[in-house]
C-alpha cells in the first residue's frame, strides 16, 4: 500500500469561503449595531482562535519530545492547524484598536479611580500589552516556522538529523509554550475582570486548548481517512489514542475547573469570589451548570469505553462537541463581563458570526496548507513504525 | 551518535533469553544476604529505633517535645507528611500512568516503584496520625455510628486527606499484589525449597499462566491503571488542599494541586533514581534497569522541574498582581526574610539544578545525576518546609508573629522515616522480585510474534 | 502406576510465531475446552483462540457507581439530616465540598470490586489443588516456553487422536497430565490436633490479654482512669489529702442575691417596694399570707389566729406603728424574723414577699378605711 496525494475537493475551499464571507459581512455590521457585543465576540473568535493553532503547535512538539510513534502519520494534520500561527498577527489588529470596550484598565480614569488598578499599571498598561501581544506571536511564529520548515524538507531528504533538529525545538518550545499560553490567558481573558486573579488560569486555558486543539485534528483526522486522503495503512487503531487523549484531557479540564472553583468557593474571600458570583447572575447560572455538562459530563459519558475512544462516529461527534464546547468555555469566561449582560445572558444573533468567520478561517488555512503540501509526513523516519502501530 | 528513529529502540539490553532474564531477577532470592546487606539493614535499622525513641517520648510527654508553637502549629509533622506522599507519586505514575501511555520501559522500574511507593505511603501516614497528639483514638477519624450521633466533618480537607491516603495505599497494594502474581507463580515452579513453595503457593493464589485468565488479568491491568492515575492526582491534589482551602495568604491559592502534583512527581522520581542507581549495580541488572531508562527519568525530573518553576513564577507575579498586600508580603518575606536560606535552598535545588539535565551527558552519567538527585530530594523537602512554616510564621497580624525551630525530636522522627522507608526497601529486594519478571519476559527481543498485517507501506 | 484419570494432553513450543500458529490450527479443529499457557500474555493471542473481550468493565462500573453513590447518601445523612452544623458558614450540603470523599470511594469500590471479581469469581482462584500444578508442563511454561493444553472433557477429545493432533504441529514436546492423586487428610491426626490446640490457646490467651489486661492500661483504657478528682476521693495535691473541699470564702450560691440589711433589729434603711399591687400580685399575696402568715397572725392581721393562746399572740398589724412601716420594713420582719417570729426567708420567695407585704397594706387601708374608700366601696 502506498500513499497518493489527493487533492481535497473543491467544495472544501467553497464551504471556508463562504463562511468567512458571511462572517466578514455580518462581523462589520455587527460593529455598528452593537459595538461592544462585537468586540466581545471578536476576543473569544481570535482566543479560539490561539487555541487551536498554538494548541496544534503544541501537539506537534509534545510529539517530538516523547518519541511518540502512532501520531506521526497525521502529524501534518496537526500542522496545518498550525498554520493559523502566522495569521495571528493580522487578525489581532481589530482588537488592538478596541481595547478600551474589552479593558477598563485601558481607560486612563478608571485607573486613576482606583488603587487597586493602579498597583496593575507596570504591568496592565496597553504599550506593555501590545508590545507582549506580538512579542508572544512573533515567538509561536518563529517556532511554527523552524518545525514546518524542517517537516518539509524532511519529505524530499529523508535527513534523520532533521527529526533531531525538531526534537531539541520541542524541548526548547514547551516552557516557552507554557508561559506565553498562560501569558495570553491572563492578558485576554482575566484582565477583562481586572480585579480578579487566579494563579491556574493559565492551566485552565491550557486544558481547554488542548481539548479544542486535539478536536480538531480528530475531526480532520477521522473525515480525512474516512475519504481516503490520509495513508492506506492507518486503521481505527491509529484513532484510539486521539481518543485516548481526548478522554484524558476532559478530565484534566474537570480537574482544574474543580479545582478553581472549589478553592474559591470554600475560602469565600469576597475578592476573588465575585467573579464566580457574576456567572450566577439570573440565566448565566444555565451557563454555569451548562459548561460542566457540556465539557465534562457528556465528553466523560461518551469517551468512557475502550471501544468508543476507536469508533470513527463517536470520535466526529465528540470533537465537534468538544469544539462548540471550547467556544462555549470561552463565552463563558468572558461575556459575562459585558456591562449590559451582566444581569443576565440574552441572546443575540452577533453571538454566532464570529465563531462561523473563525471556522471558515480555519477550514481555508488548513485547504490552502492541504493544496501544497502532502498530507502524510512522507519523509519522516518513524512513519514505517508509526503506520505498523496497533493496539 | 546519530540516532536511528525508523528502528525502535530494544527495551532490555544485552539480548537476554527469557530464562536468563528469570535467573537474572530471581537470583537475590535464591542466595543467602551477604554482609554489605546486613550493614545497610543495621544502618536503616538504627535510624528506625532512634525515630521510635522520639515517638515513644512524644507519645509520653506530648506534642510539646517538638518545636510547633504559636503561630507555627503546623511544622514538620506536616512537612514530612507531604514528603512522603509526594516520594509515593512516582511509584503509581511510573506504574500506572506510563502503562496507560505505553511506554514499555516502564517494565524494568514499574515493580521497584510501586513497592516503594508503598513504602512511602506507610511513612506518610504516620505523620497525620502522630501529629493529632492522642493516636490511639485515631478510630475517631472515621465515620463509626455512635450514641452521640457524632460524624466526621465531610467536608475538612483533613477527612478527605483519610480518605485519600487509606484509599491510595489499598489500590496501590492491590495494584502491587496483583502484578506479583504470575511472579509469585514463576517462583513457585522453579524454587525447590518446600517452605518457599507453600509459602509461593499461597500467595500466587495458584496462578496457572492460562490465557483464558490473562485476557482478564490484562483488562483489570488497564482498569487499575486507568483508575490509579486519577487516583494518584487526586491523592495530592486533596493534600495541597489541606492548604489551599484556607485564607492563609501563601497558602489559598488555586494553582497548588497541578503544583503540588507536580512536584510530586518531581521528588518522586528523584527518590526513585537515588534507590535504582544502587539497585541497579547491587543485583546486576544494568541490563534490565539500563541507562536509557535513567536517562527517561531524569527528562521526567527536568519537565516536572521547570513545571515546578512555573508554579513559583506564577505565584510570585499573581501576587504582586493581586494588589493584595498580605499576600505581596508572604513572597517578599519568603525570600528576603528569616528563613531567606531555606528558600533559596528550594529554588536552586528545584530549579537550578536540576536544569543541568538539558545536556545529555549529565543526564546519562551516574555520579552526575546521583548529586542533582539528592539535590532535588533535598530541595523538595525544603519546598514544604517554606510553604508551610513561612505562611505561618507570619501571616495577618504582625502582633502574632513568632518563628519556629525543630527539635531534637521532630528531626529523630525525620531520620526515623527515611530509617523505615531504607529498612523496607532492603528487605524488599531479599523477599520478592524487584523487577517484574513476566512484565520483562514480554518486552525482551523476540518475546512478540512477528506477525504481518498484510502489505502496507513504503 | 496405577490407573489414573486423564486430565488432558499438553503440547510445549519455544517460540511465539509457532504458539499463535499452532492455536489458531486447534481453534479451527473444533476444541472448546482448551487453554494456552505462557509466562506472559502473548500479543495476539486473544485473536489466535478467538476469546472474547473481558467483561470485567461491566463490574467496575456497577461497583463503582455504587460507590458514588453510597458515598453522596452517606454524606447527605450525616450532614444534612442527622446532625446538621453550619460549618464555615457553607450550606448542610454543599456538594463542592462532597465531592473528594465521592471520588475516593468510588475508586475504592471499582477497584477492590474489580479484582475480587475477577479472581474469585472469573478465575475460581485461589486454587492450588489444578491438575496442571507441580508438573513439567507448568515448570517449563512459567520459564519460557508457550504451551497447549487440551482438556479431556472436550467433546473431541480422545487420548489417542489428539496427541496426535498434537504432535502435528510440531511441538518441543507432548505430555499427558493426569489427575492426582487425592491426598487423604485424616481428621485426627497428632500434628492437626496440635495445631488446633495452639490456635485455640493463642486466640483465648490473646482475648483474655486484650479485654482483661490492655484494656486497663492507658492509654488504651478509653478513658476510664483520669486525672481529675471526684466526689470522694482523695487527692495527693493538697495538704489535707482530701478530694472534696469547701468553697473559698465568700462563695455565692448561684441565683442567690446578698440581703443587705441581714441581722439588723432596726434597720436605718430598707428596701423599696418593687411591685405594684396588681389584681394577681395581691392575690398571690392573699395565697402566701394565708398559708405563711396567718396561723399566727390571723386571717386579717389581727393577731387572732388559731393558735391564739397556745402561742405567744403577735400584735395586731393594724397598729398605728405597724401601719407606719415602710413597705421595706415589713419585707425586712418577714426576711430576718423578729423576737419570736423567725425568718421566713427560705420558705417565701422574694417575689412573694413583696406580695405579701401589698397584701398586708391592704389588710391595713381595709381595716383603716378613708371615707372616700367607703363610698368607694358603697358606690360599687
Known amino acids: 500500500m502506498t500513499y497518493q496525494k489527493k487533492d481535497l475537493p473543491s467544495s472544501i475551499s467553497k464551504i471556508g469561503m463562504a463562511l468567512l464571507a458571511f462572517g466578514l459581512v455580518f462581523g462589520v455590521v455587527a460593529f455598528f449595531v452593537d459595538h461592544s457585543r462585537a468586540v466581545f465576540n471578536y476576543l473569544i473568535a481570535f482566543t479560539f482562535m490561539i487555541s487551536i493553532g498554538v494548541g496544534a503547535l503544541f501537539l506537534i512538539a509534545l510529539e517530538y519530545i516523547v518519541g511518540a510513534d502512532w501520531s506521526v502519520p497525521i502529524r501534518r494534520v496537526v500542522e496545518f492547524f498550525a498554520a493559523i500561527i502566522p495569521l495571528l498577527a493580522i487578525l489581532v489588529i481589530p482588537l488592538l484598536f478596541n481595547m478600551g470596550e474589552l479593558f477598563h484598565w485601558s481607560h486612563a480614569e478608571a485607573v486613576a479611580d482606583d488603587k487597586i488598578l493602579q498597583g496593575k499599571a507596570p504591568y496592565l498598561n496597553v504599550p506593555f500589552f501590545i508590545i507582549r501581544v506580538f512579542v508572544l506571536i512573533g515567538l509561536w511564529s518563529l517556532f511554527y516556522f523552524f518545525f514546518i520548515r524542517n517537516s518539509k524538507k524532511q519529505d524530499s531528504s529523508k535527513d534523520q538529523k532533521l527529526t533531531t533538529i525538531n526534537i531539541r525545538l520541542s524541548a526548547a518550545f514547551i516552557p516557552i509554550f507554557a508561559i506565553t499560553i498562560s501569558v495570553s490567558a491572563i492578558d485576554w481573558l482575566m484582565s477583562v475582570e481586572p480585579h480578579w486573579f487566579s494563579t491556574i488560569f493559565g492551566v485552565y486555558f491550557f486544558s481547554g486548548t488542548v481539548i479544542a486543539a486535539l478536536a480538531a485534528v480528530t475531526l480532520a483526522t477521522v473525515l480525512l481517512k474516512e475519504h481516503g486522503y490520509l495513508h492506506p495503512a492507518m486503521t481505527n487503531d491509529h484513532l484510539f489514542s486521539l481518543g485516548a487523549l481526548l478522554f484524558a484531557f476532559v478530565n484534566f479540564w474537570g480537574y482544574i475547573a474543580f479545582s478553581q472553583y472549589m478553592l474559591i468557593w470554600y475560602a469565600d474571600l469576597p475578592e476573588e469570589t465575585f467573579w464566580f458570583m457574576q456567572k450566577w447572575e439570573g440565566s448565566w447560572a444555565i451557563f454555569s451548570i451548562g459548561l460542566i455538562i457540556i465539557q465534562f459530563l457528556v465528553p466523560y459519558i461518551v469517551l468512557v469505553s475502550q471501544p468508543a475512544k476507536m469508533d470513527p462516529k463517536k470520535l466526529k461527534f465528540i470533537s465537534v462537541w468538544l469544539l462548540f464546547a471550547h467556544f462555549f468555555d470561552l463565552f463563558w469566561l ?27 478561517i480555519i477550514i481555508l488555512v488548513f485547504n490552502m496548507k492541504a493544496k501544497k503540501e502532502n498530507l502524510i509526513p512522507i519523509g519522516d523516519p518513524k512513519l514505517h513504525r508509526g503506520l505498523d502501530f496497533h493496539l | 551518535m546519530s540516532t536511528d528513529y525508523s528502528v525502535e529502540a530494544s527495551v532490555v539490553a544485552g539480548r537476554l533469553s527469557l530464562a536468563e532474564i528469570e535467573e537474572l531477577i530471581a537470583k537475590p532470592l535464591d542466595t543467602k544476604p551477604d554482609k554489605k546487606f546486613f550493614i545497610a539493614l543495621t544502618i536503616s535499622g538504627s535510624a528506625v529505633l532512634i525515630g521510635a525513641t522520639c515517638l515513644l517520648i512524644t507519645f509520653l510527654f506530648g506534642i510539646g517535645m517538638w518545636g510547633n508553637n504559636q503561630p507555627v502549629g503546623w511544622a514538620l509533622d506536616i512537612v514530612n507528611f507531604v514528603f512522603w506522599i509526594g516520594i509515593g507519586h512516582a511509584g503509581t505514575l511510573i506504574s500506572a500512568i506510563l502503562f496507560l501511555l505505553r511506554q514499555r520501559w516502564r517494565t524494568g522500574i514499574a515493580r521497584f516503584a510501586e513497592a516503594m511507593t508503598i513504602f512511602a505511603v506507610m511513612c506518610a501516614g504516620i505523620f497525620p496520625i502522630i501529629h493529632t497528639g492522642r493516636p490511639w483514638l485515631a478510630g475517631y477519624l472515621l465515620p463509626y455510628p455512635n450514641q452521640h450521633n457524632l460524624w466526621i466533618n465531610f467536608t475538612s480537607p483533613l477527612i478527605w486527606d483519610v480518605f485519600a491516603v487509606s484509599v491510595y495505599f489499598t489500590v496501590s497494594l492491590i495494584f502491587w499484589y496483583t502484578g506479583l502474581i504470575p511472579d509469585l507463580a514463576i517462583l513457585r515452579d522453579r524454587t525447590s525449597s518446600k517452605i518457599k513453595k507453600t509459602i509461593y503457593s499461597i500467595f500466587s493464589l495458584g496462578w496457572r499462566h492460562s490465557s483464558r485468565h490473562w485476557v482478564h488479568y490484562e483488562k483489570a491491568y488497564v482498569i487499575l491503571a486507568g483508575f490509579a492515575t486519577p487516583l494518584v492526582l487526586s491523592v495530592h491534589t486533596i493534600v495541597s488542599f489541606d492548604f489551599a482551602v484556607s485564607i492563609m495568604p501563601g497558602w489559598h491559592t488555586t494553582i497548588f494541586p ?25 543485583f546486576d541488572l544494568q541490563n534490565i534497569i539500563t541507562v536509557n531508562h535513567l536517562e527517561k527519568m531524569n527528562k521526567v525530573i527536568l519537565a516536572t522541574s521547570m513545571m515546578v518553576g512555573y508554579a513559583y513564577g506564577m505565584e510570585f507575579f499573581i501576587s504582586w498582581y493581586s494588589g493584595v498586600q498580605v499576600e505581596q508580603f508572604v513572597f517578599i518575606n519568603r525570600m528576603f526574610g528569616p528563613y531567606i536560606w531555606a528558600y533559596w535552598i528550594m529554588v536552586s535545588c528545584n530549579v537550578l539544578f536540576p536544569q543541568l539535565f538539558w545536556f545529555r551527558k549529565i ?16 530541595g523538595m523537602w525544603f519546598e514544604r518546609f517554606v510553604i508551610v512554616v513561612t505562611s505561618l510564621h507570619r501571616d495577618f497580624l504582625p502582633s502574632s508573629w513568632g518563628m519556629y525551630a525543630p527539635t531534637l525530636y521532630d528531626a529523630g522522627i525525620l531520620l526515623g522515616s527515611f530509617g523505615l522507608f531504607f529498612t523496607l526497601v532492603i528487605l524488599f529486594t531479599k523477599a520478592l522480585p524487584v523487577v517484574s519478571i513476566s512484565e520483562i519476559k514480554a518486552v525482551a527481543d523476540g518475546a512478540r510474534p512477528t506477525h504481518h498485517r498484510g502489505e502496507h507501506h513504503d | 502406576m496405577t490407573n489414573k484419570k486423564i486430565f488432558g494432553v499438553t503440547a510445549l513450543f519455544n517460540d511465539p510465531n509457532a504458539i499463535i500458529a499452532a492455536a489458531s490450527k486447534v481453534d479451527s479443529a473444533g476444541f472448546s475446552k482448551w487453554d494456552v499457557n505462557s509466562p506472559y500474555p502473548i500479543h495476539g493471542i486473544n485473536k489466535a483462540m478467538k476469546m472474547k473481550p473481558s467483561k470485567l468493565g461491566i463490574i467496575t462500573l456497577i461497583f463503582g457507581l455504587s460507590g458514588t453513590v453510597l458515598a453522596l447518601i452517606l454524606m447527605w445523612w450525616t450532614m444534612s439530616i442527622d446532625y446538621p452544623m453550619v460549618i464555615g458558614g457553607k450550606p448542610y450540603f454543599s456538594l463542592p465540598a462532597f465531592i473528594p470523599v465521592t471520588f475516593e470511594v468510588t475508586v475504592i469500590m471499582a477497584t477492590v470490586s474489580t479484582v475480587i471479581a475477577m479472581f474469585a469469581f472469573f478465575f475460581g482462584l485461589p486454587r492450588n489443588t489444578h491438575a496442571l500444578h507441580d508438573t513439567d508442563y507448568m515448570k517449563k ?17 480422545d487420548e489417542r487422536t489428539t496427541l496426535e493432533f498434537l504432535k502435528s504441529l510440531k511441538p518441543i514436546s507432548t505430555e499427558i497430565i493426569y489427575y492426582p492423586e487425592k491426598e487423604e487428610y485424616p481428621m485426627f491426626e497428632p500434628r492437626f490436633l496440635g495445631f488446633l490446640f495452639g490456635i485455640a490457646v493463642v486466640v483465648s490467651l490473646g482475648t483474655y490479654l486484650m479485654l482483661n489486661k490492655l484494656m486497663y492500661i492507658e492509654p488504651f483504657d478509653w478513658m476510664d482512669n483520669q486525672a481529675k478528682i471526684i466526689p470522694q476521693t482523695g487527692s495527693e495535691f493538697f495538704a489535707d489529702g482530701r478530694g472534696m ?48 402568715c396567718s396561723p399566727c397572725h390571723g386571717n386579717f392581721g389581727d393577731g387572732d389566729s388559731r393558735l391564739a393562746g397556745q402561742f405567744p399572740n403577735p400584735p395586731t398589724l393594724h397598729s398605728e406603728r405597724a401601719r407606719n412601716f415602710q413597705d421595706g420594713m415589713i419585707y425586712h420582719i418577714i426576711t430576718v424574723g423578729q423576737n419570736v417570729m423567725p425568718s421566713y426567708a427560705s420558705q417565701v420567695t422574694r417575689e412573694q414577699r413583696w406580695a405579701i407585704v401589698n397584701y398586708v397594706r391592704a389588710l391595713q387601708r381595709a381595716k383603716n378605711a378613708s371615707d372616700s374608700d367607703l363610698k368607694f366601696v358603697k358606690a360599687k
Open chain 3, 141 to 157: 511454561v512459567s520459564r519460557d516456553h508457550y504451551g497447549i493444553v487440551i482438556e479431556a472433557i472436550d467433546p473431541k477429545f
Open chain 3, 245 to 292: 473541699r469547701l468553697p473559698v470564702d465568700g462563695t455565692v450560691a448561684r441565683g442567690f442575691i446578698l440581703y443587705p440589711f441581714e441581722g439588723q433589729t432596726n434597720p436605718t434603711e430598707v428596701l423599696s417596694n418593687p411591685n405594684f399591687p396588681t389584681k394577681e400580685n395581691l392575690e398571690l399575696g392573699q395565697r402566701k399570707y394565708l398559708t405563711y
Open chain 1, 334 to 360: 468572558v461575556m459575562p463581563e459585558m456591562e449590559q449582560l451582566s444581569g443576565g445572558y440574552s441572546f443575540s444573533w452577533i453571538d454566532l458570526v464570529f465563531p462561523i468567520a473563525a471556522v471558515g
Open chain 2, 363 to 378: 543526564r546519562r552519567s551516574i555520579p552526575a545525576m546521583m548529586i542533582i538527585v539528592l539535590l532535588v530530594n533535598v
Open chain 2, 258 to 282: 497541578p503544583y503540588f502534583v507536580a512536584g510530586a512527581i518531581f521528588s518522586g522520581f528523584a527518590m526513585v533514581v537515588t534507590v535504582l542507581v544502587f539497585v541497579r549495580k547491587i
